[in-house]
C-alpha cells in the first residue's frame, strides 16, 4: 500500500508596484492543506477577504473527515464570514481561492476567481483550473481567443468570487496523484506574467523551495504590477 509524503514551498511577495499585499497563503504539510488566495476591496478589505478564506480553509482543515468536505466546508464558511462583513459594512468585499488537499495518494482541489490550479507530470505542464472571469466567458463563447485572454483589457474581471453572489460554487477535480507530481497554485500576478513554458521548466527541473523562490524571482523580473503568490506542492509515495 502506498501513502502520499509531501514536500511544498509557499511564497507570496507585494510586487513591484503595489504598496501592500492583498494576497494570503497557505501551506500546511501537516493538514494535507495549501492555498492561495487573492483578496478584492481595496487595501484593508482585500487583504482581510483573502486572509478570512484561508483561515477558514484551515478550521474546516482540521474538523471534516475527507478532502473533499474539508475544502467545500472551507469554501462556504469563508464566504459567509465575508458576505456578512460586506454587507454590514456596505461595502464589495471578496477573495479568490485556489486550494488543493490530499486523502492518502487522492488529490482533490477547488477553485474560484481566476488563482489556478496546474500540475506538472512527466515533463508537461496542465492548467487543471479554469477561470471564473468575463474573459474566460468570452473564450469559451469563442468571442475571445484563448491566446489573448490574459492581455484582453477586461482581464481583471471576475465572473465568481469568496464572498460574492450566492454562494462560493468553486470549480472542482478529484484524481488519483503519482509520484513526482508537482501542483502549482498561484494568484493572477504570477500567471499573467510567466509563460507556460517557464513556469513548466522551473517546476521540472527545480524542488518545490527552490521553485517557489524562482516563480517569484522570474515574476518580479517581468515587473510584477500585482501582488505575486505561489505554492508548489511535490507528491512523493512511500511504501507502507
Not at 15 to 42: H, K, Q, S
Amino acid at each position: 500500500m502506498q501513502h502520499v509524503a509531501i514536500n511544498s514551498g509557499a511564497r507570496t511577495h507585494p510586487g513591484r508596484v503595489r504598496r501592500l499585499n492583498e494576497d494570503a497563503i497557505v501551506a500546511r504539510d501537516d493538514l494535507a492543506l495549501w492555498a492561495v488566495a487573492d483578496g478584492m476591496g481595496g487595501e484593508t478589505g482585500g487583504r482581510w477577504a483573502s486572509a478570512t478564506a484561508v483561515e477558514a480553509l484551515v478550521r474546516a482543515a482540521e474538523d471534516a473527515a475527507d478532502a473533499g468536505r474539508r475544502l467545500d466546508a472551507g469554501l462556504e464558511a469563508g464566504h459567509a464570514e465575508i458576505a456578512a462583513a460586506a454587507a454590514t459594512l456596505s461595502v464589495t468585499m471578496g477573495s479568490t481561492v485556489a486550494a488543493l488537499s490530499f486523502d492518502g495518494m487522492s488529490v482533490t482541489g477547488r477553485w474560484v476567481g481566476d488563482s489556478r490550479i496546474y500540475r506538472w507530470r512527466d515533463g508537461r505542464l496542465h492548467q487543471i483550473s479554469r477561470d471564473h472571469s468575463v474573459v474566460q466567458d468570452l473564450v469559451d463563447r469563442g468571442a475571445v481567443a484563448a491566446d489573448d485572454a490574459d492581455r484582453h483589457p477586461m482581464a481583471h474581471l471576475l465572473s465568481r468570487a469568496v464572498g460574492m453572489g450566492m454562494g462560493a460554487a468553486p470549480g472542482r477535480f478529484a484524481e488519483a496523484a503519482c509520484p513526482g507530481d508537482r501542483f502549482l497554485l498561484c494568484s493572477d500576478g504570477l500567471s499573467r506574467v510567466l509563460p507556460a513554458a517557464l513556469i513548466e521548466a522551473r517546476l521540472g527541473t527545480l524542488a518545490p523551495e527552490p521553485a517557489a523562490d524562482a516563480l517569484l524571482e522570474d515574476a518580479l523580473a517581468m515587473g510584477a504590477p500585482d501582488n505575486v503568490s505561489v505554492v508548489v506542492v511535490e507528491v512523493a509515495a512511500t511504501a507502507h
